[in-house]
């Protein structure tokens, strides 16, 4: 059972930092569902719709049912150890290794293969992906879907040793038992994307994913990046190649967390249209922090003493941090969306600010105690103690 709780983290728009001999990483490892929620609770958020998984191992879901995303099936409501959101399908894994899957069905993503349906400990589907994945027992990758990108072709070198999976925009990673990050997918822009540097291979402890570029963290804390850099963001600085227990991606931005709680960033620095200051890390970032997460455009970081740190685009306010967040009441987790953020403080309430469109902000006023809570593009999703999920 233990073996079967392994929980992956996917390209989302929330992080969870996972230790690994004293290195940390954003979006990478794949911590026990105990581990992250307590009681076996995990939450997935899709393109539309969202997942939710029970203590006692029943799937929930709500919003978008177009194609049937969010009509579990019998079979889900039992038993379930994994949930994953896709763009137009669902997924969720027994406690017996089998992977269920509901909704979509446009490429294939909800037709599970025969061997998908035993021996399985993880599931992975990104929230615009249009694929699934899953990891077996033995460390084999299995994927099956759209494969217009050549995602639903594992490579060999994916179909042994693998402890963790990722699926990205157009490509999907793979971190070996022996440290190597395994690529597939589409590079449609001839970005690079799927080209692991050599110096990641047998060292990368933590992997994270941008639009169209990719991060890796090393056991020696040295970041390395590939993929496209036509905004610099795969131009890893002289900072971020020691020291580093942390890292992020944004969309054309990357970011890097040191030891000694400085925040160091890279990429779009160019004075474009798209250009929101990102990169520029202020004085109040350069020491202190202890979390940090890209936004789509913009970059948050917390510091020990609860305050918190934004940068980048304001378009739509989602860097003003509310005065409210004030002693003795400090934030204590950070999470971006595309044009919104939410900070949860230490006496569980949850405060957000930014753009407002689908009523992503309009907070409940009676959520009291809250435990976690995550963003997707237009909707924003809290962990109550009692286990129950607001969204």
């Given at each position: ?21 004293n290195?940390?990483a ?5 911590p ?21 998984l029970?203590?006692?191992g029943?799937?929930?879901?709500w919003?978008?049912n177009?194609s049937?995303r ?9 038993n ?6 896709g763009?137009?399908h669902s ?5 017996d290794?089998?992977v ?7 490429f294939g ?9 035993s021996d399985?400990?993880?599931?992975a589907s990104g ?15 299995i ?12 490579p ?8 963790a999976?990722?699926a990205?925009?157009r490509h ?5 038992s022996a ?9 449609p ?5 799927l ?5 990641v291979?047998?060292?990368?402890v933590a992997i ?7 991060l ?6 040295k970041?390395v990046?590939w ?5 610099g963001q ?6 971020a190649e020691?020291g580093v227990?942390?890292?992020a ?9 040191k030891?000694d709680g400085?925040v160091?960033?890279?990429g779009?620095s ?6 929101y200051?990102?990169?520029v890390?202020?004085?109040a970032?350069?020491n ?5 997460e890209?936004?789509?455009e ?15 685009d304001n378009g739509s306010r989602q ?13 204590k987790k950070l999470?971006a969306g ?9 006496d ?11 009523k ?16 997707e ?5 809290a962990?109550?103690a ?6």
């Amino acid at each position: 059972m233990a073996r079967l709780c392994i929980s992956l983290l996917l390209i989302q728009s929330f992080l969870i930092a996972v230790p690994f001999d004293n290195v940390s990483a954003q979006g990478s490892f794949h911590p026990a569902l105990s581990d992250r929620w307590g009681g076996g609770q995990q939450i997935a958020g899709g393109r539309y719709h969202s997942l939710a998984l029970t203590s006692d191992g029943e799937v929930l879901a709500w919003g978008s049912n177009q194609s049937g995303r969010t009509t579990v099936p019998i079979e889900a409501q039992s038993n379930i150890v994994q949930v994953s959101a896709g763009q137009d399908h669902s997924l969720a894994l027994t406690s017996d290794g089998k992977v269920i899957a509901w909704g979509g069905g446009r490429f294939g993503e909800a037709d599970v293969p025969e061997e998908a349906k035993s021996d399985i400990v993880a599931i992975a589907s990104g929230n615009s992906a249009f694929h699934s994945l899953a990891l077996t027992s033995s460390g084999k990758v299995i994927a099956w879907g759209n494969n217009s990108y050549g995602v639903s072709d594992v490579p060999e070198e994916a179909e042994r040793g693998v402890v963790a999976i990722a699926a990205g925009y157009r490509h999907s990673l793979a971190l070996t038992s022996a440290g190597e990050v395994v690529a597939w997918g589409g590079d449609p822009y001839q970005s690079g994307v799927l080209d692991i540097p050599n110096e990641v291979q047998g060292h990368a402890v933590a992997i994270s994913t941008g639009k169209h570029h990719s991060l890796a963290l090393t056991a020696s804390g040295k970041v390395v990046a590939w993929g496209s850099n036509d905004y610099g963001q795969s131009s890893v600085p002289k900072e971020a190649e020691s020291g580093v227990i942390a890292i992020a991606a944004g969309r054309a931005h990357s970011l890097a967390l040191k030891s000694d709680g400085s925040v160091i960033a890279w990429g779009i620095s160019n004075g474009s249209w798209d250009d929101y200051g990102q990169t520029v890390v202020p004085e109040a970032a350069k020491n202190g922090v202890i979390e940090i997460e890209a936004g789509y455009e913009y970059s948050l970081a917390r510091k020990a003493d609860g305050t918190i740190v934004a940068w980048g685009d304001n378009g739509s306010r989602q860097i003003d941090a509310p005065a409210r967040i004030a002693a003795p009441v400090k934030a204590k987790k950070l999470a971006a969306g595309a044009a919104h953020s939410l900070a949860l403080t230490s006496d569980g309430k949850v405060f957000g600010w930014g753009l407002n469109l689908d009523k992503r902000l309009d907070i409940p006023a009676d959520l009291q105690a809250m435990q976690a809570i995550g963003t997707e593009f237009s909707y924003s999703l809290a962990l109550q103690a009692d286990g129950s999920i607001v969204g």
